[in-house]
């Protein structure tokens, strides 16, 4: 079964018609499939001073405050605080408001 979605524009917001609930299927826009050809290497030794571009955290950048490529070389450590989805650093904000 596949259902196909309608858009109608409020107040220069998009919404869909007929509620918030999900679909299983949906009607996909006719688009040329775009390929990228991949510049880095499937494999990261660790071995940079800087973290490969590539990777990523959800809503916190990896910075040292996080992460480490020093303390143990070849290796990434990641400190553990919030979960990588969370926007709080309390240890961080602790610690200042101590200093």
């Not at 299927?25 to 040329?32: C, G, I, N, Q």
Request: with cysteine; glycine share 6%; net charge negative.
């Amino acid at each position: 079964m596949k259902v196909k979605l309608e858009r109608v524009w409020k107040d220069e917001w998009s919404y869909v018609v007929g509620g918030k609930q999900g679909s299983l299927e949906v009607v996909a826009p006719e688009m040329k499939e775009v390929r990228w050809e991949r510049d880095y290497d499937e494999v990261d030794h660790f071995n940079d001073e800087q973290l490969n571009p590539h990777f990523q955290s959800l809503r916190i950048p990896l910075s040292n405050n996080i992460m480490s490529l020093t303390d143990n070389p070849g290796n990434l450590r990641l400190y553990g605080k919030e979960s990588l989805t969370s926007t709080l650093c309390w240890a961080q904000k602790i610690s200042a408001i101590l200093n």
